[in-house]
């Protein structure tokens, strides 16, 4: 999902003295001449020494990277820095800040044990001043960084000056030497050539030949470059190209096309000749050696698709996850050529780089297949014109059709902005009968008319309230403003009944009066919860909650009750009694929780333990503890052992060290790799941050997802073990798994997963995430995005087995409710879980207006979303959205959020609310969004994820959304420490190789680190004067600076003409928002810190989220980087043109926050799923019948089975049995259709009387 983090942007650091360095400063002149001067950069030596070092000294805002770890120490007082020549191009259209500082520097580091980033064996791209003053740096310079030909530059003169003739006078002199050629065709051979577009925006640019015709605008190509035929030679310029045949298809005899590669012009092409390409120019080859290793890949791919079509099988693009390289190896066996081509691609999946490169490939196969036999193959409906998948189009032709819903969700929903788009569509009698035994089956509500009015509550006789006891719920005046109270008193839409609290009574006392008084468990109404002032749908319903008066000095008197009241435990609204409690509200946690026979006695009264209690920690589980206090990280141990000294408890724990830190043979294993160590520590129990997961594999053997996550879930793992020797340890394979060490979850253990429906799945990093955690198996998928779902298809490895829905959730709904159940249209009772991140743009900060047709639709498919959870009625499911979904103090009562929540609770799910950071999960993206997740009741409901990553420096406490008690609906955590470092930017991409300006659209082992668009002379030069130094500079510091007064800054006035702006009278007010001085447009990325958030299109001159450009290349970031913010997997494969790749990157949920979301929900259903053979074994269970649950507790029946794997009530079984004397025990009173808790320990106790009140819950 689109959107930026609502939390405050970081500030850019700040200038030294209003401005940047000496050295950055001379570096930054303009380049005078325009934007095509020639920059040559060759081989020479920098040495640093003590006076210029200090001027290149980081600011505050860029701390040193781990200089500890580097090697060496200072032996003199200057640094060498060796700069090599390569034959890779840099970007040429600044030198500005990079002369010198923004080279690309390869320094032997050795990262920290919590580091996240990838290979420490990886060169590292880091700047000048990062380099301790002794090392020695190999500074890979490129030749040239031109991107205009040198001879399309005024005074060019060709090599050996040789005579520039026009291509038909050249032919014609070389026509002699052709006429002695023994070939069979006639071929001229081109040197020293370089191949360019001419276009008005992008003037005589280099251009890769396979761009030729496959791409819009792309088909006015040139060629400069030397003609010869043995030693004639002669030079040409400007010659058009229209063709590039290319050889040696159709035979696996034939190894490669290196020299079977042709140019032709209209005059070449009548006459019959071919210009065979040779050697490049020297600012040519970055373009166009990257270009034949993309024919090679033409060539394999033509002939794969000629012999499968002889073997009479059809092509699909997951023959390129394996099967396509084993057939190439098979067939090219030993061939050098081969061999040197294969060894380019970092793997045997081809399918990225089959969709990076498909318009040239589908251009070549037609050029050398007939037509026929190259569409027999399913690839091109899949890759090429999306259409294997239909989409469905029942609704009517509109341009904004109305948003398909259930009556329930239309009665709770009609009242928000967008309620004039919801359409109610009736329930066809096959999908009524469906559900309604399914919401039997998992003791849901039944469908029932909305509560329109205030409840009437009863009052109590003298009498009653003389004989109230432990068990009794009761109702009392809310404590008023003068009490001192934090709870605001509000009305909530449909409901006016705020002046009375209802209690559950815990223990009954008597003053020294003689006066009765009551300790209790308060009960919540929805208003004072997550419901806020939104329409709940049951005006008969209480939350218990954790939430009791017991160690208040303030009692309620017996005075102050106004009534006792039925409450139907487990009910529903179509209860009998007054009123009734199926939930349980955890106020701290925001979570409701099916009603439990614990939560009926609060942590004072209870013998039950609970989370309050004293934990008890197992020998031989895992912990995370933090060894060091001044230190922000925690590290996984072994529990042992307690002992107690000197009169305090301390645990004993061994140590499990971090493989890449103690292994000296392992500096590139994962940080969540660890060492069975003989190391063992003692500590206090503050000492203990929480538990962890650590499961042991062979060395060698392929860890299996999600424990290759690199920590994210909160999960280690194990291969090898600490040896003590004489000397240094040794690390030894594991033979065996330590017989005391209990281990996480087997990812390969047969588990009965969850049946999926992925909703709003884009290209379903979202999906794949939440399957990662080894719990959920996706079955189906649903977006409107035909690209999107192409690409969701296309990743998944076994497609038989997904069934894609192509069409608007408004399409799959009505299918479903009239009954036109099919394989992409579940039938009801199918759908075990359902995820959704639904459109963002309604609630996002980005988007300027919010109340336009197009964002009221946006925002109603959230009641989309309810409506299918109200008609499926799964057994779990999670929403993602942007932190904008929750309002703030202003128009709660027109909450989305809010009223959704009502919506799902009012179903009877168990529901959570939490905010989190994608960071806080392994993401090297600044994104905080918002989930929501929900089981059905006696299900165990999934814990938040444990927040295993750090927050980068300056991170700030942030809120969102408000209760009645003044506090933030959900705040972001700030733990004390974490297991793991936060992966910067730089971290998360330090193995993508430089690529410069971009332009030329290749990268081997990397297919999508290309951009997204193509950069005009114009935009090219904005970001040309973006400085590199200091970190994260933008248009306004560039041209503002610090005092933000226009010039103040490093971009001088003729480089300021750069960028769109009106002069005037009015000075910088009358401009644009992109260019004024509080403007975020043309900003660079911080290196150091996250990526900002992706979102679905880049622009520059976004004066909201303009920080998009690299920190140190000019060009904006790639695909590629973006897919690594986002988590997406190396093999992953996107599907469209680039900006269409961009676009469903930035519509996904995050992968990290997806996998630890998923191994939540597996460790929840596990959980599950072994309660539910446990209670197979109990004798009694509490009676019940349809629609709810009645009857006393004493009544006792055979077990009650799990009905589609869902687990009975836990609390029926429990139900008001707290442990008392039994002679104090009173018998209930049975009230037809309600219950009442079994009486506790009548008190007798001597107590103070002081006033009521009621404790705010902090």
Same mark, same amino acid.
């Given at each position: ?57 980081? +600011? /505050?805002?860029? $701390?040193? *990277? ?8 200072? #032996? &003199?007082?200057?640094? =060498?820095? !060796?700069?090599?020549? +390569? /034959?890779?191009? $840099?970007? *040429? ?8 500082? #923004? &080279?690309?520097?390869? =320094?032997? !580091? ?1149």
């Amino acid at each position: 999902m689109e959107d930026s983090s609502d939390e405050p942007v970081q500030e850019p650091p700040v200038l030294i003295n209003g401005n940047i360095t000496e050295q950055e400063s001379q570096a930054a002149a303009p380049l005078g001449a325009g934007l095509k001067a020639v920059q040559s950069w060759q081989t020479a030596v920098l040495t640093l020494n003590d006076s210029n070092r200090s001027a290149i000294q980081p +600011s /505050d805002h860029e $701390p040193l *990277p781990h200089l500890d770890s580097l090697e060496g120490t200072p #032996s &003199s007082d200057d640094t =060498v820095i !060796e700069l090599v020549k +390569s /034959d890779l191009i $840099p970007s *040429p259209s600044r030198l500005a800040t990079s002369s010198s500082r #923004s &080279s690309t520097v390869k =320094v032997s !580091e050795v990262d920290d044990a919590v580091s996240t980033s990838r290979s420490t064996e990886t060169s590292r791209a880091t700047s000048l001043d990062w380099c301790p003053s002794s090392a020695t740096l190999s500074v890979e310079i490129p030749e040239s960084v031109q991107l205009v030909p040198r001879s399309c530059y005024q005074g060019f003169q060709p090599p050996d000056d040789l005579l520039t003739l026009p291509e038909w006078k050249a032919v014609q002199t070389l026509s002699p030497a052709l006429a002695e050629s023994t070939q069979d065709f006639d071929e001229i051979l081109l040197d020293d050539f370089a191949i360019y577009l001419d276009k008005e925006r992008c003037s005589q640019e280099m251009r890769s030949v396979h761009q030729l015709n496959t791409k819009i605008g792309h088909n006015d190509f040139y060629f400069d470059g030397i003609l010869r035929i043995g030693e004639t030679r002669t030079y040409v310029r400007r010659v058009p190209i229209i063709a590039v045949p290319i050889g040696n298809y159709g035979s696996i005899s034939y190894h490669t096309v290196r020299d079977n590669i042709w140019l032709q012009s209209p005059l070449s092409y009548k006459r019959g000749l071919y210009y065979r390409p040779g050697k490049p120019a020297k600012e040519y080859a970055r373009f166009f050696y990257p270009f034949l290793w993309v024919a090679d890949l033409a060539k394999h791919f033509v002939d794969f698709l000629s012999i499968m079509a002889e073997n009479e099988r059809s092509v699909s693009i997951h023959h390129f996850r394996s099967t396509f390289a084993a057939w190439m190896k098979k067939s090219h066996k030993e061939s050098p050529e081969f061999l040197s081509w294969i060894s380019q691609h970092p793997s045997d999946d081809y399918r990225t780089s089959i969709a990076a490169n498909i318009g040239f490939l589908h251009k070549e196969t037609l050029g050398v297949l007939d037509h026929q036999e190259a569409y027999s193959h399913a690839i091109w409906a899949e890759i090429w014109d999306f259409q294997s998948y239909k989409s469905i189009t029942s609704q009517p032709k509109t341009d904004i059709p109305p948003t398909i819903v259930t009556q329930y969700i239309y009665d709770c929903f009609e009242h928000l902005p967008f309620g004039d788009r919801l359409l109610v569509v009736p329930l066809s009698s096959r999908t009524t009968e469906l559900r309604n035994r399914l919401i039997r089956q998992r003791h849901l509500e039944l469908p029932s008319k909305l509560h329109q009015t205030t409840k009437d509550i009863s009052t109590a006789a003298q009498e009653r309230v003389k004989n109230i006891r432990p068990g009794d719920t009761i109702s009392t005046h809310r404590d008023g403003a003068e009490s001192g109270t934090m709870w605001k008193r509000e009305l909530s839409k449909g409901f006016s009944d705020v002046d009375r609290w209802f209690a559950l009574v815990q223990s009954v006392h008597v003053d020294r009066d003689g006066v009765r008084i009551f300790d209790v468990i308060w009960y919540y109404r929805p208003v004072d919860t997550l419901c806020g002032l939104m329409k709940y749908p049951w005006n008969n319903e209480l939350f218990l909650s954790d939430h009791c008066s017991c160690s208040e000095k303030v009692k309620i008197e017996e005075s102050e009750v106004l009534g006792v009241h039925d409450v139907d435990f487990w009910g529903t609204s179509a209860t009998g009694a007054e009123l009734f409690c199926r939930q349980t509200y955890l106020q701290e946690e925001r979570r409701w929780v099916t009603v439990d026979g614990k939560h009926l006695q609060c942590r004072h009264t209870s013998p039950i333990p609970d989370d309050h209690m004293p934990l008890k920690y197992q020998p031989g589980k895992t912990y995370l503890l933090r060894l060091n206090l001044k230190g922000p990280f925690s590290e996984p141990c072994e529990f042992m052992h307690t002992t107690g000294e000197a009169g305090r408890r301390l645990y004993h724990f061994r140590r499990l060290l971090r493989r890449r830190q103690v292994d000296p043979n392992a500096r590139d294993a994962r940080p969540n790799e660890l060492v069975y160590s003989e190391q063992t520590c003692k500590v206090s129990r503050d000492r203990i941050m929480g538990p962890c997961s650590v499961r042991c594999f062979q060395d060698g053997e392929k860890i299996p997802t999600p424990y290759d996550r690199d920590g994210t879930g909160n999960l280690f793992y194990i291969t090898h073990r600490q040896v003590m020797v004489d000397g240094p340890s040794a690390y030894v394979p594991l033979e065996e798994a330590p017989p005391s060490l209990h281990q996480g979850f087997d990812p390969l253990q047969k588990l009965q997963k969850l049946r999926g429906m992925d909703l709003f799945c884009g290209g379903g990093n979202f999906g794949r995430g939440l399957e990662d955690g080894g719990g959920i198996e996706m079955k189906w998928a649903n977006d409107y995005d035909s690209k999107a779902i192409h690409t969701y298809m296309a990743n998944v490895r076994n497609p038989e087995d997904v069934h894609p829905f192509l069409g608007s959730i408004d399409d799959l709904q009505r299918l479903a409710i009239q009954g036109s159940f099919a394989d992409n249209v579940p039938l009801i009772g199918d759908v075990d879980f359902v995820s959704g991140g639904s459109p963002c743009p309604g609630f996002s900060r980005l988007t300027n207006d919010k109340t336009t047709a197009a964002q009221r639709k946006n925002q109603s498919l959230v009641a989309a979303f309810a409506s299918f959870v109200d008609l499926y009625r799964p057994k779990y499911g999670v929403l993602e959205n942007v932190p904008g979904m929750v309002h703030k103090k202003d128009d709660r009562d027109r909450d989305v959020f809010s009223q959704l929540i009502c919506s799902l609770v009012g179903l009877g799910y168990q529901t959570q609310f939490f905010y989190m950071d994608a960071s806080s999960c392994g993401s090297p993206q600044r994104r905080s969004r918002i989930f929501i997740v929900f089981a059905a009741p006696g299900l165990e409901l999934p814990d938040k994820p444990v927040q295993t990553h750090s927050h980068p420096l300056n991170t700030r406490e942030h809120g969102i959304g408000w209760l009645p008690n003044g506090q933030h609906m959900a705040s972001r955590e700030m733990p004390a420490a974490t297991p793991f470092k936060f992966v910067s930017a730089e971290e998360a991409t330090a193995d993508l190789p430089p690529i410069y300006d971009a332009k030329p659209d290749i990268c081997v082992p990397f297919p999508d680190h290309r951009s997204t668009y193509g950069m005009s002379d114009l935009l090219r030069a904005r970001i040309s004067v973006i400085p590199t130094r200091p970190w994260g500079m933008n248009f306004s510091q560039a041209w503002f600076g610090d005092r933000k007064v226009g010039g103040s800054g490093t971009m001088t006035a003729a480089e300021r003409e750069f960028f769109i702006g009106t002069k005037g009278s009015g000075g910088e007010g009358k401009q644009p928002m992109s260019v004024q001085p509080y403007s975020g447009s043309y900003g660079r990325m911080f290196p150091n810190r996250l990526f900002e958030t992706v979102v679905t299109r880049q622009t520059l001159g976004d004066a909201k989220n303009g920080r998009l450009l690299h920190w140190r290349e000019n060009r904006p970031v790639t695909i590629m980087e973006a897919r690594r913010a986002q988590g997406f997997l190396d093999e992953d494969v996107l599907l469209g043109d680039p900006p269409a790749q961009y676009r469903i990157v930035g519509n996904s949920v995050a992968r990290q926050p997806a996998v630890a979301l998923g191994v939540t929900f597996r460790e929840a259903w596990v959980a599950s799923l072994r309660r539910n053979r446990e209670l197979q074994r109990v004798n009694s269970c509490a009676g019940r019948e349809e629609g709810g649950f009645t009857g006393d507790v004493s009544v006792t029946c055979e077990p009650v089975k799990m009905q589609d794997g869902m687990d009975t009530l836990e609390g029926q079984l429990k139900a008001f049995t707290p442990a008392t004397d039994s002679t104090l025990q009173q018998s209930m009173d049975i009230t037809t259709g309600s219950k009442r808790p079994r009486s506790a320990n009548l008190v007798i106790e001597l107590l103070e009387s002081s006033k009521r009140q009621r404790p705010n819950p902090f």
